[in-house]
């Protein structure tokens, strides 16, 4: 298991929110982005609070401009409606 820190920027309204929780490898983040579509998603706690519970990437989405470094990725997240937020998710641990 690590730790990654998950930003999400809502760009139709200027706010964010950002949570720690623990995945089972950076790997896994990486192909859950890769991925075209993604129709099973697993819900996912912050570690430090549990009001903040949910998906890291929502269902049926599509990923734009995504950028992967060896402990960072960055991407644009398009949701069902054609909304879109910047996703920023770290490594930490």
Do not use: A
């Not at 999400?8 to 995945?23: A, C, D, G, K, Y």
């Not at 998906?55 to 069902?80: A, G, H, M, N």
């Amino acid at each position: 298991m690590v730790k990654i820190i998950e930003t999400n920027f809502q760009l139709h309204n200027n706010s964010f929110q950002s949570r720690v929780v623990e995945v089972e490898s950076w790997e896994y983040i990486i192909n859950l982005f890769k991925q075209d579509e993604v129709n099973k998603v697993d819900n996912f706690q912050d570690v430090y609070n549990n009001y903040y519970e949910g998906v890291i990437r929502p269902k049926f989405s599509k990923i734009k401009d995504l950028k992967i470094e060896d402990d960072r990725l960055t991407c644009k997240v398009v949701i069902y409606d054609g909304r879109e937020s910047m996703k920023l998710i770290q490594l930490i641990d």
